[in-house]
């Protein structure tokens, strides 16, 4: 068991120590730190045993915890994960894990200098639905795969107020790729290898804040496939993920994370109907599990940091993501396409 300290304690930092606490053998919340403390927060942390500390250099400067979670925004990840890292604590950090790949190298750095172990928050990653596409496509049961595509949205940016961090184009460039679409990304890359070139058309359609809601992306992978990626941040939510393969096509449908929706559903809720449909015969459907994709997260972080099997996300992966990220966003500002490099 391993003792952390979680800095932001906003809706997503909550959801993660309700995902873990007083259920996990693996690791347990003991310390939290937020920009704000309302009595809200305070009843919050009072509930889940979670002693609250007055800042961030407090919280890693605590001796008796093993690791911290950055639950905070993206402009904040990789200076936090630096100084974690100096007072050797082990660090999972939400995603995107930095908007360029010179700052995600950085911080890789800093982890394996210090000999601590570093997870990410691509939760979806370890859903027992995305484990069977991924053993489908490497055994070769849908052929040669020849493109993907993912449609993330949620409606989430209709009642953003401009404070808010995640208004900030600054923070969420590209509108739902930071939130929502870098699990496209991480999907991709895991499935089918990393990106050679990325082509991105960004724009505001019905927003009052100045932000994106509708955003594009075509992929060109270095194996030779493609890719495509759409996400709306001011619709009805919902995820789909599918692979066409020679020997057929599988759909992955399900939710995002839509804010004021329950715990539960936020954890345990992503994954919905699945379709394998081959080249020949019937079309086979079923329903996923639900299965906490957060405590997975969190429990295979605390894992490694205990010594045993190593995060699911290579250190190569995540510096690519980061890569993959920093061209999208170069894409879009620019309008033409950007190499990934």
């Avoid at 800095?7 to 347990?28: C, H």
């Avoid at 100045?210 to 941040?233: E, I």
């Avoid at 459907?285 to 099997?309: I, K, M, Y």
């Amino acid at each position: 068991m391993i003792n952390a300290g979680i800095v932001g304690l906003g809706w997503w930092g909550k959801t993660l120590v309700e995902s873990v606490q007083g259920k996990s053998a693996d690791i347990r919340f003991v310390a939290g730190a937020s920009r704000t403390v309302t009595p809200q927060l305070q009843e919050f942390a009072e509930a889940q045993d979670l002693a609250l500390r007055g800042s961030f250099e407090e919280l890693i400067n605590d001796r008796k915890l093993d690791a911290v979670v950055l639950a905070t925004p993206h402009s904040m990840h990789v200076p936090q994960v630096l100084a974690a890292a100096r007072r050797g604590k082990h660090v999972f950090c939400e995603k995107p894990f930095a908007l360029s790949k010179a700052e995600a190298a950085k911080a890789v750095r800093a982890v394996q200098k210090a000999g601590v172990a570093l997870g990410l928050g691509y939760n979806r990653r370890l859903h027992p639905a995305m484990v069977d596409l991924r053993n489908r496509i490497r055994s070769g049961k849908l052929g040669t795969i020849l493109h993907v595509e993912g449609t993330m949205a949620f409606p989430n940016a209709l009642y953003l107020e401009p404070h808010q961090w995640r208004a900030n184009p600054a923070e969420a460039p590209c509108g739902g790729l930071t939130p929502m679409g870098v699990h496209f990304v991480d999907a991709i890359i895991d499935l089918c290898g990393e990106v050679d070139e990325v082509y991105c058309r960004s724009m505001r359609r019905a927003l009052r804040i100045d932000a994106d809601d509708t955003t594009s992306v075509l992929f060109h992978l270095r194996s030779g496939m493609s890719a495509y990626l759409s996400t709306m941040t001011a619709t009805a939510g919902c995820f789909r993920l599918q692979v066409y393969g020679t020997e057929g096509w599988i759909r992955l449908d399900g939710v995002t994370h839509i804010a004021g929706a329950s715990s539960e559903e936020r954890r345990t809720r992503l994954f919905g109907a699945c379709t394998f449909q081959p080249v020949k015969g019937p079309a086979q459907t079923w329903q996923a599990e639900a299965v906490d994709t957060s405590r997975a997260a969190l429990e295979a972080f605390a894992r490694a940091a205990a010594g045993g099997p190593p995060y699911p996300i290579s250190a190569e992966e995540m510096v690519h993501g980061a890569a993959v990220t920093e061209a999208i966003i170069k894409s879009a500002a620019a309008g033409r396409a950007k190499k990934v490099v």
